[in-house]
């Protein structure tokens, strides 16, 4: 498992990764209420603003995390966001995204960097 | 953060895991570990606890009720002379141009008159009270009491298992209660759209109260986000937002609050800060009002959306003042102004959220029944 700074995971899905928001950022968002995925087989850039979530409390970006293509969204997710909230790393994921250049999975970090940063 | 001013009950929010949050220059909590959806949810069905000792309460004596009320009634609108004697009514402060200086309730506590405006308003409210009313009148700040509201379906049960006069009040009346040993100022209101009561107690005696009430496995305590969605369902006006000093009471849909006596042609008419220009738009109408609204779809639509008549009009009809995700109703729910001729229930408006024109309908409000005890 690999983290972002903007509280995101990623898992290796084959030549995929499945990304998701950590349990510690669901619990600043407070209950999901709106998900607005990417499409499937969209381009995107690192650092894009490529999901939108809406908590009770206020809205808020996702962003792509690498380069890549996404190559499957959660339409369980955008059907019922509370997924992200009761179970964040399971059903509650995002997209999945094929990087193009896996090199920049390297400057993530891994759980030890991201839960010392959390404090 | 450090100069932030803490509520009596603050050591308990911290104790039951609260995350706080600077609101109108005190710190307090927006929500428990329970989370906004469930805190919510819980009021509807059983009963929350809200803390909002943070509000303005304010004594204004004179002569008898009846003195204090008349001079009152130079500042707010309404019928504060004719009410009855333990009863509470809605009422807002006024500026010269109509406009709504704070949104206040006003209760006959027999020799004087009881006040409870917002938080962030206070400083203002008493300054201009003692300005207008005084040495007619004298009007103290009360800031040694605690201010709770008990809210839902199961609050008269809880209540009233500590004073069962609880459970003879109706829907806006007030009493004195003796509650876990203390008087207690207690109406039968709140801001949820639910039964229930407000409670202004000794502040030292805030906590215990506090404690008592959450015994009660019915019992939760209720943040501020869920304040929010509540009275948003409810229909209810968050001032400085849905209300403002550029906003009429005409305009907002609180007419209802000026009563036959404080209107053209009666005995009380008008002398009130704006009276010209409020009493006009009651005779011959407004060009925008307060409006319930719904938006198609999932996305919430919040304060300061822009509202069009259609997907490719230029100019905005309107806009969102508060608006969020309801959970009673499952869905976004808003509110906002319009100009008139687009305020009627079933218009179909365009709310632009993140460059997109979204289909947004007129309704009624509120989006969620009261439930009172008449």
Redesign the interface.
């Known amino acids: 498992m690999k983290y972002t700074e903007e509280h995101e995971w990623l898992r290796a899905d084959g030549d995929a990764y499945v990304v998701g928001i950590t349990e510690h950022a669901t619990t600043q968002l407070g209950d999901l209420v709106f998900v607005e995925l990417p499409e499937v087989g969209a381009k995107v850039s690192k650092d894009d603003e490529i999901v939108v979530i809406e908590s009770v409390k206020a809205a808020s970006d996702i962003m792509a995390p690498v380069d890549g293509e996404i190559t499957e969204v959660n339409t369980d997710l955008a059907d019922d966001p509370s997924l992200a909230n009761s179970d964040p790393l399971g059903k509650g994921w995002f997209f999945k995204i094929k990087p193009t250049d896996t090199s920049q999975l390297d400057g993530l970090m891994d759980e030890a960097a991201y839960t010392a940063m959390i404090g | 953060m450090t100069d932030l001013k803490h509520t009596p009950l603050h050591a308990l929010h911290i104790a039951q895991g609260a995350k706080m949050v600077p609101f109108a220059g005190y710190e307090m909590p ?2 428990y570990p329970l ?4 805190e919510h949810l819980h009021t509807r069905t059983k009963a929350g606890l809200f803390d909002v000792s943070h509000m303005g309460q304010v004594v204004v004596r004179g002569e008898s009720y009846e003195a204090a009320a008349q001079h009152l009634e130079r500042l707010v609108p309404v019928d504060i002379v004719g009410l009855g004697r333990n009863r509470q009514r809605y009422g807002f402060f006024t500026n010269e141009d109509g406009g709504i200086e704070d949104d206040l309730m006003l209760a006959n506590r027999g020799d004087h008159v009881f006040v409870v405006v917002n938080a962030a308003c206070k400083a203002a409210d008493i300054a201009t009270m003692k300005e207008v009313l005084e040495p007619d009148l004298t009007v103290t700040e009360i800031t040694d009491r605690a201010l709770l509201a008990l809210q839902g379906p199961a609050a008269e049960r809880v209540l009233a298992a500590l004073d069962p006069k609880a459970a003879d009040m109706s829907f806006m009346d007030v009493a004195t209660l003796d509650l876990n040993g203390t008087e207690a100022w207690v109406s039968r209101s709140g801001y949820t759209g639910e039964d229930g009561y407000e409670i202004s107690i000794l502040a030292d005696s805030g906590e215990a109260l506090a404690r008592a009430l959450l015994d009660s496995p019915d019992v939760e305590p209720i943040g501020l ?1 869920a304040r929010d ?1 509540l009275r948003l369902e409810a229909g209810l006006c968050l001032y400085g937002h849905d209300l403002d000093a550029t906003t009429t009471p005409v305009e907002a849909g609180l007419a209802w609050a000026i009563p036959r006596v404080r209107r053209i042609g009666d005995n009380r008419a008008g002398g009130f800060p704006g009276a010209d220009q409020i009493l006009h738009q009651i005779e011959h109408g407004v060009t925008r009002e307060r409006v319930g609204l719904l938006p198609e779809g ?3 639509m ?1 304060e300061g959306v822009p509202l069009f008549d259609a997907e490719d009009s230029e100019e905005p009809i309107g806009s969102f003042t508060s608006g ?2 309801g ?1 009673t109703v499952g869905r ?1 729910v808003g509110m906002g102004y319009v100009a008139t001729e687009h305020a009627r229930p079933g218009t179909t408006l365009y709310g632009e959220l ?1 460059g997109k024109r979204l289909p947004v309908t007129v309704a009624k409000l509120p989006f969620t029944p009261a439930n009172f005890k008449r």
């Not at chain 2, 989370?35 to 469930?38: A, D, L, Q, R, S």
């Open positions: 927006v929500q989370g906004v959806m469930k986000g969605s999932r996305a919430p919040r969020g995700f959970p976004p993140r």
